[in-house]
């Protein structure tokens, strides 16, 4: 596609319930990363992935928070038994390669709100 | 852990008027980016710009890598420029710090 899409566009969930949030990175883009923004904040990172790989999950807030790509394209974030303190903004965003020269877009994002 | 500083946090402007936005960084780095955050949520890229001046525009943005500081300036404010700027500079592996953004008000 011509962007980075992220789908539910919004997502309501009663506490202790399962989510999962997905994220359409641009075709041919080999890194993917999630953030989280919570209200009125800035934007905290998560994970990134290179093609299916994970290395680095030590951003992830808590073992409630999991992710996973599948064929070096559409990203999962799974947040298990919600809490209140998961409601935010979270953004995908994605580049050609992984490293420092290259620039991130990002998707539109999907608000959970926990209640 | 290096730390991402903008500077105002908050710019109140008319409709018309210029402006200077400031991102200060604690270590060296190899990629900056500006995003825009518009009302809506979306980040906007505007510029990647790891050293030296683009221009894009009515936008240009400036890095001065050696002394860690990026100013991104903004000319004949338009209402439609209202929202959030971020700066953001890579860290270590390949995760982005960004800055705490800057929020600004254009007024018609």
């Known amino acids: 596609g011509a962007g980075v899409s992220q789908s539910p566009s919004n997502k309501v969930t009663e506490k202790g319930k399962d989510v999962e949030l997905r994220c359409d990175p641009i075709?041919?883009?080999?890194?993917l990363y999630w953030y989280r923004q919570s209200l009125g904040q800035g934007l905290e990172f998560l994970i990134y992935?290179?093609?299916?790989?994970?290395?680095?999950k030590s951003g992830l807030p808590s073992d409630r928070f999991s992710a996973e790509r599948t064929g070096g394209s559409v990203s999962t974030l799974t947040i298990q038994r919600t809490q209140q303190e998961d409601s935010a903004v979270y953004l995908c965003?994605?580049?050609?390669?992984?490293?420092?020269?290259?620039?991130?877009?990002f998707g539109p994002g999907t608000r959970l709100t926990v209640t | 852990g290096i730390q991402v500083e903008q500077s105002p946090p908050d710019l109140i402007l008319q409709e018309g008027a210029n402006s200077t936005l400031r991102c200060n960084f604690s270590?060296?780095?190899?990629?900056l980016q500006w995003f825009h955050q518009n009302p809506w949520g979306q980040l906007i890229n505007l510029f990647y710009i790891p050293s030296g001046t683009k221009q894009n525009g009515r936008l240009s943005a400036t890095t001065v890598a050696t002394e860690r500081y990026s100013l991104l300036y903004s000319s004949s404010s338009q209402t439609t420029d209202s929202g959030v700027y971020f700066c953001a500079v890579i860290s270590g592996t390949y995760k982005y710090i960004f800055g705490t953004g800057t929020r600004l008000k254009v007024l018609a």
């Open positions: 965003a994605s580049s050609l390669f992984l490293g420092q020269g290259y620039e991130q877009y």
């Open positions: 075709s041919g883009h080999t890194a």
């Open positions: 270590d060296s780095v190899n990629n």
């Open positions: 992935f290179q093609g299916n790989s994970a290395p680095d």
